[in-house]
Protein backbone atom coordinates (compact mmCIF):
# COMPACT_ATOMS: atom_id res chain seq x y z
CA UNK A 1 0.00 0.00 0.00
CA UNK A 2 1.18 3.56 -1.03
CA UNK A 3 2.60 5.76 1.86
CA UNK A 4 2.73 9.63 2.49
CA UNK A 5 5.04 10.93 4.26
CA UNK A 6 4.97 14.97 5.40
CA UNK A 7 7.81 16.41 6.51
CA UNK A 8 8.51 20.56 6.76
CA UNK A 9 6.23 21.68 9.52
CA UNK A 10 7.18 23.81 12.60
CA UNK A 11 6.76 26.86 14.34
CA UNK A 12 6.47 30.06 12.37
CA UNK A 13 5.61 33.69 12.79
CA UNK A 14 2.50 35.73 11.53
CA UNK A 15 3.66 36.78 8.55
CA UNK A 16 6.39 33.85 7.32
CA UNK A 17 6.59 30.91 5.14
CA UNK A 18 6.77 27.38 5.31
CA UNK A 19 7.30 24.76 2.76
CA UNK A 20 5.71 21.24 3.28
CA UNK A 21 6.96 18.45 1.36
CA UNK A 22 4.73 15.14 0.71
CA UNK A 23 6.43 11.92 -0.48
CA UNK A 24 5.33 8.93 -1.89
CA UNK A 25 6.22 5.37 -1.73
CA UNK A 26 5.36 4.88 -5.29
CA UNK A 27 4.47 6.96 -8.63
CA UNK A 28 2.07 9.92 -7.50
CA UNK A 29 0.81 9.60 -11.64
CA UNK A 30 -1.33 6.92 -10.72
CA UNK A 31 -3.47 9.39 -8.38
CA UNK A 32 -5.86 10.77 -10.42
CA UNK A 33 -5.14 14.23 -7.92
CA UNK A 34 -3.16 14.68 -4.83
CA UNK A 35 -4.33 17.35 -1.95
CA UNK A 36 -3.48 19.15 1.05
CA UNK A 37 -5.77 19.06 3.86
CA UNK A 38 -5.20 20.79 7.31
CA UNK A 39 -7.26 20.47 11.04
CA UNK A 40 -7.40 22.68 13.38
CA UNK A 41 -8.05 22.39 17.19
CA UNK A 42 -11.67 21.49 17.48
CA UNK A 43 -12.52 22.12 13.75
CA UNK A 44 -13.35 19.41 10.89
CA UNK A 45 -10.59 18.60 8.85
CA UNK A 46 -10.34 20.64 5.66
CA UNK A 47 -8.96 20.30 2.08
CA UNK A 48 -6.97 23.68 0.92
CA UNK A 49 -5.23 22.88 -2.55
CA UNK A 50 -5.45 19.94 -4.94
CA UNK A 51 -3.00 19.37 -8.06
CA UNK A 52 -4.31 16.80 -10.55
CA UNK A 53 -2.20 14.56 -12.77
CA UNK A 54 -2.58 17.22 -15.83
CA UNK A 55 -1.22 19.92 -13.35
CA UNK A 56 -4.06 21.66 -12.93
CA UNK A 57 -4.58 23.80 -8.96
CA UNK A 58 -7.30 24.47 -7.03
CA UNK A 59 -7.50 26.33 -4.01
CA UNK A 60 -10.00 26.93 -1.32
CA UNK A 61 -10.26 30.74 -0.84
CA UNK A 62 -9.39 31.22 2.87
CA UNK A 63 -5.65 30.35 0.96
CA UNK A 64 -6.01 31.29 -2.65
CA UNK A 65 -3.11 33.85 -3.09
CA UNK A 66 -0.84 32.77 -0.39
CA UNK A 67 -0.75 29.00 -1.05
CA UNK A 68 0.95 27.32 -3.80
CA UNK A 69 0.97 23.41 -4.80
CA UNK A 70 2.81 21.61 -6.79
CA UNK A 71 3.65 18.52 -7.63
CA UNK A 72 7.31 16.90 -9.06
CA UNK A 73 6.16 13.62 -10.76
CA UNK A 74 10.07 12.46 -11.32
CA UNK A 75 10.60 12.37 -7.46
CA UNK A 76 7.22 11.36 -6.72
CA UNK A 77 6.79 14.40 -4.29
CA UNK A 78 4.04 16.87 -3.80
CA UNK A 79 4.67 20.76 -1.96
CA UNK A 80 3.07 23.29 -0.45
CA UNK A 81 4.43 26.65 -0.04
CA UNK A 82 2.29 28.64 2.15
CA UNK A 83 3.27 32.62 2.61
CA UNK A 84 2.00 35.32 5.04
CA UNK A 85 0.95 32.70 6.90
CA UNK A 86 -1.44 33.75 10.12
CA UNK A 87 -2.85 32.65 13.27
CA UNK A 88 -5.43 30.60 11.45
CA UNK A 89 -3.31 28.83 9.51
CA UNK A 90 -2.64 26.79 12.61
CA UNK A 91 -3.39 23.34 12.15
CA UNK A 92 -2.40 20.00 11.73
CA UNK A 93 -1.92 19.37 7.68
CA UNK A 94 -1.99 16.40 5.81
CA UNK A 95 -1.18 14.97 2.79
CA UNK A 96 -3.70 13.03 0.57
CA UNK A 97 -4.43 11.23 -2.64
CA UNK A 98 -7.43 10.74 -4.94
CA UNK A 99 -7.27 7.32 -6.55
CA UNK A 100 -10.67 7.95 -8.48
CA UNK A 101 -13.20 9.84 -6.40
CA UNK A 102 -12.32 9.21 -2.62
CA UNK A 103 -9.61 10.93 -0.66
CA UNK A 104 -8.40 7.06 -0.29
CA UNK A 105 -4.46 7.34 1.04
CA UNK A 106 -2.86 9.91 3.48
CA UNK A 107 -0.30 11.00 5.70
CA UNK A 108 0.67 10.97 8.98
CA UNK A 109 0.05 15.28 9.13
CA UNK A 110 2.97 17.53 10.24
CA UNK A 111 2.16 20.58 12.86
CA UNK A 112 2.26 24.39 11.94
CA UNK A 113 1.61 26.49 14.58
CA UNK A 114 1.69 29.97 13.59
CA UNK A 115 2.85 32.37 16.13
CA UNK A 116 1.39 36.06 16.94
Known amino acids: QVQLVESGGGLVQTGGSLRLYCAAS????????MGWYRQAPGKQRELLAIVTRGGYSTYVDSVKGRFTISRDSAKNTVLLEMDSLKPEDTAVYYC??????????WGQGTQVPVST
Open 26 to 33: ERIDRFAA
Open 96 to 105: AARTVVEWDT
